[in-house]
């Protein structure tokens, strides 16, 4: 019997689902259904531009996993653009990431998904109502995961 598949991480949940040719009905069209981490696995990859490496690091699987889910989303992608079907975003095995917080003012520690469009300096405590939040995780991207943002690891120093 194979082993449960593990969840893969994503920081995006797509708010459009569905994808079709223009002009066709959808209940007309044949349906590729990608996952959300094979939609994840374009976006990190060909949209952000990651090497391979750092995508399998921020989806937390192996290097080979990520490629296995890359080639999936791709040929589907291909498939429906070549024969007119329609992409539909749905299912899969993934767990959204969450994003850490502490209030400054109070200390209270929260969580928060990603891709609410809040950051912490724009955020509130929902514990006292204060302004004063501040991102604790070390699991950030962005500028802290570019050289010139990392610090304590020894890529800022030469």
């Given amino acids: 019997m194979p082993r449960p598949p593990k969840c893969r991480r994503v920081e995006f949940l797509p ?9 066709v009905p959808l209940r007309g069209l044949r349906e590729e ?14 949209l952000e531009g990651l090497e391979q490496e750092e995508c399998a690091e921020r989806m937390q699987v192996s290097r080979p996993t990520f490629q296995r889910v890359l080639v999936s989303a791709r040929e589907k992608i291909a498939r429906a653009l070549v024969e007119g079907a329609a992409i539909r975003v749905e299912g ?22 990603f891709g609410t469009g809040q950051r912490g300096a724009e955020m509130t405590c929902p514990e006292c109502g204060a302004a ?3 991102r604790t995780d070390q699991d950030v991207h962005g500028f802290g995961n ?3 943002g990392r610090h304590g690891r020894g890529w800022d120093r030469e």
């Fill in 15 to 23: 708010q459009v689902t569905v994808f079709k040719p223009a002009g």
């Fill in 33 to 46: 259904v990608l996952t959300v981490e094979e939609l994840e696995a374009i976006r990190l990859k060909d």
């Fill in 132 to 134: 004063e939040v501040r």
């Fill in 92 to 113: 899969g095995n993934y767990r959204l990431a969450r994003r850490k917080f502490q209030c400054r003012a109070c200390g209270h520690e929260f969580e928060a998904p």
């Fill in 146 to 148: 570019m050289p010139w």
